[in-house]
């Protein structure tokens, strides 16, 4: 009988321990179920964080040709603006650019420019010269620069370089926030930091 309460016990603290392990690995398993969806929400919130504002960016820069082919008229070199473009647009439309259609486009850009320069307007030569410029660079540029830090880092410097140049232009940093032809070009100039400020920042995270 002592025999036989002995081997009970013992199977009973056997199967005691077998179960306290099973809970504890199953906890276990739940925390880090538990962090890998909180790093990968996170990661997802910072990657649509990035795509959203990389469509201001390259909105912005848009906005900002259209105003100096229209009413902005300085001596500020915006044609820097392609490249921001150039390194800010979003993966997929530089993709559809880059393809066959981007390729046509830019066939009849060079048609028009070449045979009837009378018919081909001013206006149109900076967007010519981007869709020339994103079918026609190389896959370092297009494929390795675009999705780094360097092409981030020249997007602020663009940005940073243009912002000064508007304030000199427009008398100082209170004129370009306070006359009415300043201040959409300010905030067209001010948004074009969003995305490589974002972009520095989540790549150090």
Same mark, same amino acid.
């Given at each position: 009988m002592i025999g036989g309460k002995t *081997?009970?016990? $013992?199977?009973?603290?056997?199967? @005691?321990?077998?179960?306290?392990l099973l809970s504890s690995d199953?906890?276990?398993?739940g925390n880090a179920v538990k962090k890998l969806a909180d790093h990968a929400i996170k990661l997802g919130g910072l990657g649509f964080g990035t795509s959203f504002l990389k469509w201001v960016a390259a909105v912005?820069?848009?906005?900002?040709?259209? %105003?100096?082919?229209? *009413?902005?008229?300085? =001596?500020? /070199?915006? @044609? /820097?603006?392609?490249p921001y473009i150039f390194f800010s647009l979003p993966s997929w439309l530089f993709g559809l650019l880059r393809g066959e259609v981007?390729?046509?486009?830019?066939?009849i850009a060079v048609v028009l420019r070449l045979f009837? +320069?009378?018919?081909? +307007?001013?206006?149109?030569?900076? +967007?010519?010269?981007?869709? %020339?410029?994103?079918?026609? $660079? +190389? #896959?370092?540029?297009?494929?390795? /620069?675009?999705g780094s830090v360097v092409g981030v880092f020249v997007c602020l410097v663009i940005g940073c370089y243009l912002l000064q140049?508007?304030?000199?232009?427009? #008398?100082?940093?209170? *004129?370009?926030?306070?006359?009415?032809? &300043?201040?959409? =070009?300010?905030? &067209?100039i001010l948004?074009?930091?969003l995305y490589p400020v974002w972009a520095l920042v989540i790549s150090f995270i």
């Open positions: *081997n009970f016990l $013992a199977m009973k603290t056997d199967d @005691s321990a077998v179960g306290d199953m906890k276990d398993i912005a820069a848009i906005y900002l040709l259209i %105003l100096d082919r229209t *009413n902005w008229k300085t =001596n500020i /070199l915006t @044609s /820097l603006l392609i981007g390729k046509w486009i830019a066939l009837f +320069p009378r018919r081909f +307007p001013d206006w149109l030569e900076l +967007p010519g010269a981007l869709i %020339l410029l994103i079918v026609v $660079a +190389p #896959g370092f540029f297009a494929d390795t /620069l675009r140049e508007h304030i000199r232009a427009s #008398g100082g940093f209170r *004129n370009s926030f306070t006359k009415s032809s &300043g201040i959409s =070009n300010s905030i &067209g948004l074009l930091f």
